[in-house]
């Protein structure tokens, strides 16, 4: 019998986002999502399942409906449907699908999307790939929801990919603590501690959810139990080594370099700095640990002491009407300047200077300026130099945090 699903068609890139190769930004929000209907062919006698969270594969959604890349093996089709959150069992083939040989994930696919013939038999071809990436909150997301699928009712087979996947996370782990953007094999930029695009934190945040035997990890095995809480705590030390700032504390880089542990720059337009994006997702990474480390108070304390001094007031950022205008990897028809408004929300830059706390900018030269305006349209475009990251944070995470813990000085 067949039924109508719910399909998903990610609208334009907000004004900032970036391009798959060049994009930092956090996944587009839920309400950029749109629904279109399709038709498939599903049994009526189907299990049921309660939906599970997809806001994770957001990101890598977007990128492969709406930014250019030439690199990937399928590409988006014009009106190319998505399952709904409540086709659990057709996601997660999609997630067996796209599962490299080595446990991994490619990144920049859309989980959901509802795949023609062609497209998944391209997908099979390419099993032995070693193209798997954490960026932009890939494989640790996809490990989550196979381990609530799992939980839920679901096949051996879902129990052994996400397995497969647990077992890639914990062989991807550096040294030190943290994670590459891409593994196995990374080179450059991407070999580099990752807290870009939910990487490091992504990874410990599951990690974490599995040592405390979270209602979908209660069927995971001791000793991976066991090896997850020891990664948790080597993140941990290399988080609380990477703050910037010495013994006068901030936050943190895009990158960290893994031997130094020093701020490092990514791509041309990504200089090394502190950042109130990653910041804000380390510091809610570090408040749902146990208080028993004070260093950790002391580092989500600083952190959000540095948060609040670089909050800018009295500006909004603006999306004009342009000519439309066609780079590499995304088309836009606007520009974006900074105006002042003394009525607006608060804001933060992207990227401060360390040292001076100044919003810093970038474009394809990599020459610091001081300015959005002075950067090339298509960096203005391509790139969320604003936003408000930390305000959930401040405004109640923290405050919440800050009455549980009553005798932190």
């Known amino acids: 019998m067949q039924r109508f699903l719910w399909a998903v068609l990610i609208l334009l890139a907000s ?101 023609t013939p062609e497209q998944r038999q391209a997908v099979r071809d390419t099993h032995h790939l070693l193209d798997t990436s954490f960026d932009n909150y890939n494989i640790h997301s996809q490990v989550d929801y196979l381990a609530r699928a799992y939980a839920a009712g679901g096949d051996q087979s879902w129990r052994d990919a996400c397995l497969r996947g647990f077992d890639f996370m914990l062989a991807a782990q550096l040294p030190g603590g943290g994670f590459p953007q891409r593994y196995p094999e990374p080179t450059g930029f991407a070999r580099h501690i990752t807290f870009n695009d939910g990487v490091t934190v992504g990874v410990l945040n599951v990690f974490q959810d599995a040592a405390e035997r979270a209602p979908h990890w209660q069927w995971l095995d001791d000793a991976r139990r066991q090896a997850a ?24 880089c895009q990158q960290h370099d893994p031997e130094t542990l020093a701020a490092a720059p990514a791509r041309t337009f990504e200089l090394a700095s502190i950042c109130p994006q990653e910041t804000t997702a380390i510091v809610r990474f570090l408040m749902r640990l146990p208080a028993t480390d004070q260093r950790i108070a002391r580092a989500v304390e600083s952190a ?9 007031d009295g500006i909004r950022v603006e999306r004009m009407a342009a000519p439309t205008e066609s780079y590499e990897f995304h088309t836009t028809d606007f520009d974006v300047v900074v105006v002042r408004d003394e009525q607006a929300q608060p804001l933060w830059a992207r990227h401060y200077e360390i040292g001076s706390d100044r919003p810093i900018f970038a474009g394809r030269d990599a020459v610091k300026r001081y300015a959005l305006s002075e950067i090339e349209r298509e960096r203005r475009t391509g790139t969320p130099w604003y936003g408000n990251w930390p305000q959930g944070l401040l405004a109640e995470d923290y405050p919440r945090w800050r009455q549980s813990r009553p005798n932190t000085p």
């Open 15 to 115: 004004p900032f986002s970036a391009s798959c190769a060049e994009a930092p930004d956090p996944p587009p929000p839920a309400e950029e999502l749109s629904s279109a209907v399709a038709a498939t062919d599903s049994e009526a006698d189907q299990r049921t399942f309660t939906a599970i969270d997809v806001s994770a594969f957001r990101d890598g959604a977007h990128h492969w409906r709406k930014i250019r890349d030439p690199r990937r093996v399928i590409h988006v089709l014009p009106e190319q449907a998505a399952y709904a959150p409540d086709q659990v069992e057709e996601i997660v083939a999609n997630m067996l699908l796209f599962q490299r040989a080595n446990g991994g994930w490619p990144k920049d696919y859309d989980m959901l999307a509802a795949l």
């Open 229 to 252: 809480q020891q990664a948790v705590q080597r993140g941990v030390e290399t988080i609380l080594q990477c703050q910037i700032g010495g013994d006068a504390p901030t936050g943190w």
């Open 304 to 312: 959000v002491a540095w948060l609040r001094r670089t909050q800018l």
